[in-house]
């Protein structure tokens, strides 16, 4: 989900929630500025040392990141290539 936070500039969060599949996955987002079209793509994965030693249990998670505060325009969010929103700056 998103969040534009009412405050000048405008400020904008993206929450996230899931599932991990052992408590020794690690959650990496990585956020990159807007292409020309004002779209951005957001990436959510895990990762985990494959020679550790994990218990198989799911590790639910949830999670607010900052997008940050945006130039004047109409802006399109994806996260792993699925449109989950848009906002107006």
């Keep these: ?4 936070r009412e405050s000048y500039p405008m ?3 993206l929450y ?3 599932i991990l599949t052992s408590p020794c996955n690690q959650r990496r987002v990585v956020v990159p500025e807007p292409d020309a ?3 951005i793509f957001i990436e959510v994965y895990s ?6 030693m ?3 249990v799911l590790d639910p998670f ?7 505060s945006f130039a004047s325009g109409h802006y399109e969010v994806y996260v792993n290539g699925e449109l989950i929103g848009e906002f107006d700056s």
């Design 1 to 4: 989900d998103l969040f534009v």
């Design 11 to 13: 400020h904008v969060n």
């Design 16 to 18: 996230l929630s899931g």
């Design 37 to 39: 079209d004002n779209r």
């Design 47 to 52: 990762v985990t040392d494959p020679n550790a």
């Design 54 to 56: 994990c218990i198989q």
């Design 62 to 68: 949830d999670t607010t990141i900052s997008l940050g």
